[in-house]
């Protein structure tokens, strides 16, 4: 089964800082979502990555798909409180064929004012 | 609805007893999902429905786990002899559906049913 692996697991950062996340899987990516959480709420989708190379941007966030569609990242410009969360990417494992996503198991970041 | 709704938002219970969840889609959604979080880790898959039936059940724990939807909208995740391992946010979520698209698997989740199970 697919497994997807985030680091780092936690972040602090000051407002103001860049950061990046990144999201690791085990197989080949078909398709990577990546959802924002905040404490007591559910899931934000953010964006969803297809294509080997492909970059999107959402103000601040920037997700990117590698070549080889096994890895992304997530990053941030100019950190604010706003951007305090739980960040999860999620992808479909299109070797089961199952359509419900598998998650990574989450980057806690915390903005310093 | 406007959002995926899910009732109640907290649940304590005793080790032992029957409860129910529920859980309202988006209107028009005919994927519906259930996962379950457990504290720091990510969401973890429990079942699928695309409209009424359970397409995939794959992730349900055990046989004390069960989950329908008999109009193809509102859901119910029911949890019989509930243990203390039980206790996570049940988080629910929708979709379009109806396609290998990737676009038609963006999920829109729920804020979630805290159980604590005593």
């Known amino acids: 089964s697919q497994e997807l692996e985030q680091s780092p697991q936690s972040l602090i950062v000051q407002e103001g800082k860049n950061l990046t996340i990144n999201c690791t899987s085990s197989k080949t990516l078909y398709g990577l979502y990546w959802y924002k959480q905040k404490y007591g709420e559910g899931l934000i989708f953010l964006m969803m990555l297809q294509k080997g190379g492909e970059e999107k941007s959402h103000e601040k966030i920037t997700a990117k798909l590698d070549e080889k569609k096994q890895q992304s990242s997530l990053h941030i410009t100019a950190s604010q409180p706003s951007h305090a969360g739980i960040y999860l990417c999620g992808a479909l494992d299109m070797d089961t064929g199952r359509r419900a996503l598998t998650f990574g198991s989450g980057t806690r970041l915390q903005v310093q004012p | 609805g406007a959002g995926v709704s899910q009732t109640p938002s907290n649940k304590v219970t005793e080790k032992g007893k029957y409860v129910e969840l529920r859980c309202d889609p988006i209107s028009g959604h005919t994927a519906l999902y259930w996962y379950r979080q457990s504290l720091g880790q990510g969401p973890e898959f429990l079942i699928y429905?695309?409209?009424?039936?359970?397409?995939?059940d794959s992730g349900l724990p055990n046989d004390r786990f069960f989950a329908v939807r008999p109009e193809g909208s509102v859901s119910t995740l029911k949890i019989q002899r509930t243990e203390r391992g039980d206790s996570a946010v049940y988080l629910c979520a929708s979709s379009p559906g109806g396609g290998a698209a990737l676009g038609a698997n963006v999920l829109t989740f729920g804020a979630g049913s805290r159980l604590t199970v005593l």
């Open positions: 429905f695309q409209g009424t039936g359970a397409a995939d």
